[in-house]
């Protein structure tokens, strides 16, 4: 095993923080990342997947293990469905095209998500009013602790609202390897009733669209309203949106008509983060090289040489002013590192 020293991470992480790592492997198997943790000479480890949903503050004094394990496969199918397995390390957005190669239902409207399809389950990303649990059939994970690989099902993944147990009791003790989703061969069920979807379809003079109409209008919309990271420094929205009571949101309503929501529930509402924070005024402002999307308040932006610390900093001030104006509470999506 090759182990690399002071590397840079701007590469590895799309807000292109340009943090290092002390030490630093490539994980390309499940062998490779059995050995590697094995390493007693490195005691410390940070395990770094895509790096879409995390944003590093300092140096990382650790054997950082880049999770690259690649692979997509058919587990079994039948008249309706069928199971695919895809290893950690593949891109989220290509694994989707794959899929819609294959007229697989299911994915087309987490188009262009950033990030690997390893870390999904993590989170259980979402967006357009489907989440990774609505597919998700099981994940595979190795404890860091054995090195012995385990099967979760949904049940035992706890998935909530950009959550998950890996984000609460299983934190920091296993490392997810493949995940399998169960996806529609026929009669998709399309989901085009959330966002700008309908209008977009509208807009290209589809009436009856198929799953990859569907993704080509998630992606026009994602491209107009978020920055490549490519291009601008980013990971994509920043925070969650929050969920409040009923009674809360009657009370945040009843001063706030004119904002949008959605209703999660009789008993909870979630309010969208972005609007509270272009309320706040801060939509397109910048802070040296840390700023505020032009297009999406939600959208935390490295426009060059900024550093992890003054981006969370900016957070913490939107933060701040979110609750200090509405008396709501939002919290990073991303992953603070450090």
Not at 79 to 92: C, D, L, Q, R, T
Not at 101 to 125: R, V
Not at 258 to 284: D, H, M, N, R, T
Request: some cysteine; overall charge negative; hydrophobic content about 35%.
């Amino acid at each position: 095993m090759h182990i690399q020293k002071n590397i840079s991470l701007k590469p590895y992480n799309t807000f292109g923080i340009a943090a290092k790592a002390k030490y630093f492997c490539e994980i390309n198997s499940i062998e490779d990342l059995s050995e590697a943790l094995g390493l007693d000479d490195y005691p410390d480890k940070f395990i770094l997947s895509g790096g879409s949903n995390m944003l590093i503050t300092k140096d990382i004094e650790a054997l950082v293990l880049h999770i690259n394990m690649k692979g997509i496969r058919v587990l079994k199918e039948d008249g309706h469905h069928v199971w695919i397995k895809i290893m950690a390390g593949e891109n989220w957005h290509q694994m989707v095209l794959w899929t819609l190669e294959h007229d697989y239902g299911g994915l087309e409207n987490m188009s262009l998500i950033p990030g690997n399809t390893g870390t999904a389950p993590i989170q259980n990303i979402g967006a357009y009013g489907v989440e990774l649990k609505d597919t998700f059939e099981s994940c595979e994970a190795m404890e860091i602790d054995t090195c012995q690989i385990q099967s979760f099902s949904k049940k035992a993944c706890q998935f909530g609202y950009r959550d998950s147990y890996f984000k609460n009791e299983g934190k920091g003790k296993y490392i997810l390897t493949s995940v399998t989703l169960r996806l529609t061969k026929k009669n998709h069920l399309l989901n085009t009733s959330y966002g700008a979807i309908e209008s977009q379809l509208e807009k290209l003079g589809i009436t009856s669209p198929t799953i990859t109409d569907v993704s080509e209008a998630v992606i026009a919309i994602r491209r107009s309203k978020l920055p490549d990271p490519a291009e601008l420094g980013n990971s994509g929205s920043f925070f969650k949106n929050p969920v409040v009571t009923r009674t809360e949101f009657e009370a945040f309503s009843a001063a706030h008509p004119e904002a949008p929501f959605y209703k999660v529930s009789e008993e909870s509402y979630k309010i969208p983060a972005g609007w509270l924070i272009e309320q706040c005024g801060y939509k397109g402002k910048r802070y040296g090289d840390a700023g505020v999307h032009e297009k999406q308040a939600l959208v935390l932006v490295n426009y060059a040489d900024a550093t992890g610390t003054e981006i969370l900093t900016l957070a913490h001030t939107i933060m701040g002013s979110v609750k200090t104006k509405f008396g709501i509470e939002i919290s990073p999506e991303v992953n603070i590192i450090g």
